[in-house]
C-alpha cells in the first residue's frame, strides 16, 4: 500500500477504506477491460509497432515520482516534434502555456487520437491504481514542469494520491484553462468524502462518452 500522509491520516475519509474500494473496483474494471486491453495492444503493435505502453514519471502523493502507465498514443518522438511544432507555430505556443495541451497535436498518431478521445489510453492507469500509486478519483498526475503552476498550491496536490479520474475530468478535461483545473484539485484536495468520489465516478462516465475536452 502507498504511504499514508498525515494529512489523509487524520481526515474523516479513511485513506484505509479509500485504498479498499480502489483495489476492490480497480480489480473488477480489469477483469471486465480485460478483453479490450489485448484487443489494442495488438492493434497498437501491428499499427505502430513497440512499445504498446508508456510509463511516464509523474508526480505523486508527497511528491513521490512514480510510472504512469498508459497506452502509447503518440510517435516514439514526441518531445522532438512538439518542440519543433511550438517554435515554428505562435498559436500553439499560446494554446500549450495556457493549457498545456493542444487540439491539433501533432505528435499524437491516428490510431492514438480515438484512445485519447475514448480515454481508452488510460486504462492502463488501473494497474497504478492497484500498485497504489494512484486513487480511482484525485487530481490527474503531473509532470515535473507543471508543478511550479500549481503555485502554493503545489502542496495541496501532494497531499493525496492522484487519480485516474476527478473534477477535472467531468468538468471540461482540456477545454479548461490550466489554473481552471488547479482550483478544481484544490477543492477536491479540500472537500473531498467518499460520497463525492462516489458522485464522480458516476459522472465520468457520461463525460468520458461525449468525450468532451478529451484530446
Given amino acids: 500500500m502507498a504511504a499514508t500522509s498525515e494529512d489523509e491520516a487524520t481526515h474523516p475519509m479513511s485513506s484505509g477504506l479509500?485504498?479498499?474500494?480502489d483495489v476492490m473496483i480497480a480489480s473488477i474494471a480489469l477483469i471486465g477491460f480485460a478483453p479490450l486491453l489485448v484487443m489494442v495492444a495488438i492493434i497498437l503493435l501491428v499499427l505502430q509497432g513497440?512499445?504498446?505502453?508508456?510509463?511516464?514519471?509523474r508526480i505523486g502523493q508527497n511528491g513521490v515520482m512514480f510510472p504512469c502507465l498508459k497506452f502509447r498514443s503518440m510517435v516514439n518522438n514526441g518531445d522532438e516534434v512538439l518542440a519543433r511544432h511550438l517554435a515554428e507555430n505562435a498559436q500553439a505556443r499560446?494554446?500549450?502555456n495556457t493549457t498545456r495541451k493542444l487540439?491539433?497535436?501533432?505528435?499524437?498518431?491516428?490510431?492514438?487520437?480515438?484512445?485519447?478521445?475514448s480515454s481508452v489510453?488510460?486504462?492502463p492507469q488501473l494497474f497504478?491504481?492497484?500498485?497504489?500509486?494512484?486513487s480511482l478519483v484525485g487530481p490527474r498526475p503531473i509532470v515535473r514542469s507543471e508543478a511550479e503552476l500549481f503555485g502554493h498550491y503545489?502542496?495541496?496536490?501532494?497531499?493525496?494520491?492522484?487519480?485516474?479520474?476527478?473534477?477535472?475530468?467531468?468538468?471540461?478535461r482540456s477545454s479548461l484553462a490550466f489554473s481552471a483545473r488547479v482550483e478544481l484539485d484544490v477543492r477536491y484536495v479540500e472537500q473531498r468524502s467518499l460520497?463525492?468520489?462516489?458522485v464522480i465516478i458516476a459522472k465520468t462516465v457520461p463525460a468520458v462518452l461525449k468525450a468532451r475536452g478529451s484530446y
Fill in 103 to 117: 487540439r491539433d497535436d501533432p505528435r499524437i498518431t491516428p490510431f492514438g487520437a480515438w484512445l485519447r478521445r
Fill in 154 to 172: 503545489f502542496n495541496h496536490y501532494i497531499r493525496v494520491r492522484p487519480g485516474l479520474t476527478g473534477l477535472w475530468q467531468i468538468s471540461g
Fill in 50 to 57: 513497440r512499445p504498446i505502453f508508456i510509463a511516464h514519471r
Fill in 94 to 96: 499560446l494554446e500549450w
Fill in 128 to 134: 497504478n491504481v492497484l500498485r497504489g500509486q494512484m
Fill in 195 to 198: 460520497w463525492g468520489d462516489i
Fill in 121 to 123: 489510453d488510460e486504462v
Fill in 18 to 21: 479509500k485504498y479498499a474500494l
